[in-house]
């Protein structure tokens, strides 16, 4: 716990989205600037710049100005400076926002090298759920200055604890209904008069309000009646084609709608207004605490 501690001693450096380098600075005395503050030698400044400059892959560039590179060497240059004091952690502050994707996604793989090279812990914030899924070894889910849920990304994913993580992280569709009975293997929960079976690792009562999140692409789509035990029906209400998939919205007879990705690759005929037959596999859905409806 370093909340105690002055700013000076928390052994913190912090990477921001504007770079904010000094501009009447070349790349080397940028980087330089933390060790100089501290009193380093003239050769210790030196050897640590060369070995930041490798590392972030900017050999050659240190007589440069920061007008002189590109967004994606300046990031680096901002990186390398608050790298170079050695911090116990480095705090990035959406570094990469300002970036277009193409180079965003080329430094979040440099960002991964750096990190495993380092094995500094990297608190990265962002906003950006396909960043904070492919980056993290651990993410950390606020809401309203509160953690929802902390765990790797595949547990965010695959075991959200709440609805506002299911469907923070990820598109899912919230089933919402009542528990008809308690089982040793699961619940059986009430969905608009149809009975389903479900898995749940909560303390559930019978009729207790329920939310099932089903992910979209784990929600299946058939003109013909299907005979799983995970099954509803409706009627389709839009289709709309996007490449490789097709985004299904279907409205249920109780009036919640849901919304299923479906290959398009061999898929059999759908017409909007048609009547539509909906499944998955009880392992693929999980039952959320419906938090929603009142802030945490």
């Excluded at 600037?33 to 892959?57: C, D, F, H, I, W």
């Excluded at 479906?262 to 059999?268: A, D, N």
Aim: hydrophobic share 40%; with cysteine; charged share 25%.
């Amino acid at each position: 716990d370093i909340t105690g501690l002055p700013p000076e001693k928390r052994q913190v450096n912090t990477v921001f989205q504007n770079y904010a380098l000094f501009p009447h600075m070349n790349v080397e005395k940028n980087i330089a600037y933390g060790l100089k503050m501290r009193g380093a030698s003239r050769q210790e400044m030196k050897e640590a710049v060369g070995k930041m400059l490798a590392l972030v892959q900017l050999e050659g560039y240190g007589k440069r100005q920061p007008g002189q590179l590109s967004g994606g060497q300046r990031q680096r240059v901002a990186i390398a400076r608050s790298l170079v004091l050695s911090p116990r952690i480095l705090l990035l502050d959406e570094p990469l926002g300002a970036l277009d994707l193409q180079l965003r996604r080329q430094m979040q793989q440099e960002l991964k090298r750096m990190q495993r090279s380092l094995g500094i812990t990297f608190i990265y914030i962002t906003h950006d759920q396909e960043e904070a899924l492919g980056m993290s070894d651990r993410i950390a889910l606020m809401r309203d200055g509160r953690f929802v849920q902390v765990g790797s990304p595949e547990a965010l994913y695959e075991r959200p604890e709440t609805a506002f993580a299911a469907s923070f992280i990820g598109e899912t569709n919230l089933l919402r209904g009542r528990a008809a009975a308690v089982k040793d293997d699961g619940v059986l929960m009430d969905v608009g008069g149809i009975t389903l079976p479900a898995d749940s690792g909560l303390w559930i009562s019978p009729g207790d309000p329920l939310c099932l999140s089903i992910r979209a692409e784990r929600l299946y789509m058939s003109a013909a009646p299907v005979k799983e035990p995970c099954r509803l029906s409706g009627t389709l209400a839009e289709s709309r084609y996007a490449g490789g998939e097709r985004i299904c919205v279907v409205h249920l007879p109780d009036g919640q709608a849901v919304k299923s990705r479906r290959p398009t690759e061999g898929e059999p005929p759908c017409v909007v207004g048609d009547k539509v037959y909906l499944w998955w596999h009880q392992a693929s859905a999980v039952i959320v605490r419906d938090d929603l409806e009142v802030a945490p």
